[in-house]
């Protein structure tokens, strides 16, 4: 298997990457209310707090999708060796540890190449090499870039098929949702496949234990942007003051994060100054959860075609293969 980063200019693209996350910050914290761009959790430290979030018992969403996989995989290998091309160029989008990928590599044969996507580029790049020693072989081009983003993709000649494992579409408003929907056809070109993880509605007691685990992991992922600001914008957060708030709201059928400020307190970021009420909170992360039928709308807006659904046990989650096609194509639905 060759490893070759993608990512052209690499201390340019970092320079613009650090120049995003202090606009954004400021920006955000300059909102009421105040908010902060849920990617920006994914620094290495993050990531590493989010795989020990998923190997909570509490946090249903990687267990149950990660039990599923490996029946949507045999499906999927029976279904693309009917397709006129049935090798397979896999592009998966925030990447992170690499891990729902093993099902698929387990059960598909014809998976030829991988281009793995995703905004920490430290955490992508030890990712992907322990995909190398795992599967002799199979090309990975790891791509240091903001997967939510339309981006230009080398020419295979190979079925294309995304992945976006995790529920992950559920972190991005419903807008935001359809703008990556739209951004990712364009990415991947029309006829090509789209594997998707959605977490589904469920009762809400589920939902709470799984973003509020009692070990307070999940606080602490919450929390970790802010160490983030205070190292790279020269932030004076003090995290004792700051508690994580995490709720679902029914009304917009997601799950809200937030940090709430335990005092009234001033910031310092970037020789900035920001005031904190007692009480307040700065909005870090929606998880959008949708009904089959109401994420199938949301995907034909954008031109993505519903070719095979799975469940698992429960209705607890969802796994759709979707098909890219833009204007009035037709459908093979066999």
């Not at 650090?18 to 908010?35: N, T, Y």
Request: proline share 4%; net charge negative; glycine share 6%.
């Amino acid at each position: 298997m060759t490893i070759a980063l993608a990512t052209q200019d690499t201390e340019q693209a970092t320079s613009k990457h650090d120049h995003s996350f202090r606009e954004d910050v400021l920006r955000g914290l300059a909102l009421r209310p105040k908010q902060l761009a849920a990617k920006y959790f994914y620094d290495e430290r993050g990531s590493q707090l989010f795989d020990d979030i998923c190997a909570l018992d509490e946090y249903y969403p990687y267990h149950v999708e990660l039990e599923l996989l490996p029946t949507v995989a045999a499906d999927l290998s029976r279904f693309f060796r009917t397709e006129k091309n049935d090798e397979l160029s896999i592009v998966e989008f925030g990447a992170g540890s690499l891990r729902k990928i093993t099902p698929l590599l387990n059960n598909i044969d014809t998976v030829k190449n991988l281009t793995a996507i995703d905004i920490s580029e430290e955490h992508l790049l030890n990712s992907c090499a322990e995909l190398r020693r795992r599967y002799s072989g199979l090309d990975v081009t790891p791509l240091a870039q903001d997967f939510t983003l339309p981006l230009p993709l080398s020419q295979t000649g190979l079925t294309r098929m995304g992945f976006f494992p995790g529920s992950t579409i559920g972190n991005l408003h419903r807008q935001q949702a359809l703008e990556f929907l739209h951004n990712a056809g364009q990415t991947l070109g029309s006829g090509a496949y789209l594997l998707i993880g959605v977490d589904t509605k469920k009762p809400e007691h589920i939902l709470h234990q799984a973003y509020n685990d009692p070990r307070g992991v999940t606080a602490n992922f919450n929390k970790n942007i802010l160490t983030r600001i205070n190292r790279e914008l020269d932030g004076d957060f003090d995290l004792m003051h700051f508690g994580h708030h995490a709720f679902y709201n029914k009304e917009h059928g997601r799950i809200e994060m937030h940090l709430r400020s335990l005092r009234a307190q001033r910031v310092q970021i970037a020789a900035r100054e920001f005031y904190f009420a007692k009480g307040e909170s700065i909005h870090t992360e929606n998880s959008y959860k949708y009904h089959p039928s109401e994420f199938a709308t949301l995907a034909r807006k954008a031109h993505w075609h519903t070719r095979r659904l799975w469940m698992a046990p429960d209705d607890l989650f969802a796994i759709s293969l979707l098909q890219y096609k833009p204007a009035t194509t037709k459908i093979d639905d066999r």
